[in-house]
């Protein structure tokens, strides 16, 4: 029998791998705007997403795991996927428009669902809703550094 664990896993790898379809020609417009001085931890963005990506996969499994099968889980599950599509469409989505503002919009909406979620999931687990506080917390910054490259980048908005 296939684990909880293991579905949630397969299917988060599968969604994140799919933040690699992008063009080099889209890396270079990016790569060429003006970033704010104190944004020296861009290097670390990466790593920082992927261990807040393994805390949602867990947050899904703790909340599985306390009620299976039902419908308000299968939601949950829906709602889990959801977040992490739109957190990681928001590269490949800002890069092929290449526009910052489309990028805003997205890591936007992505802050509202993730407040959201973390609401309907923490009368079913403290531990799933503590799960999400690091999406909860980088999100916005994420979001705010991008209205920051906006102001610094007028003609890429």
Excluded: H
């Amino acid at each position: 029998m296939i684990e909880s664990w293991m579905v949630i896993a397969l299917v988060t790898f599968i969604v994140a791998i799919g933040s690699f379809f992008i063009t080099p020609r889209d890396v270079k417009w990016f790569a060429r705007l003006t970033r704010p001085r104190w944004l020296v931890f861009e290097p670390l963005i990466p790593f920082i997403w992927t261990f807040i990506l393994i805390c949602g996969a867990a947050s899904a499994y703790v909340v599985w795991e306390k009620q299976p099968g039902g419908l308000i889980t299968i939601v949950l599950m829906a709602s889990y996927l959801l977040l992490e599509i739109i957190t990681v469409s928001y590269i490949p989505l800002m890069l092929r428009w290449r526009s910052l503002k489309v990028g805003e919009i997205v890591g936007a909406i992505g802050v509202v669902l993730g407040v959201v979620l973390t609401i309907f999931v923490l009368p079913i687990s403290r531990l799933a809703a503590l799960l999400l506080i690091p999406y909860i917390v980088w999100s916005p910054v994420g979001t705010y550094t991008t209205e920051e490259l906006i102001q610094l980048n007028p003609q890429d908005a």
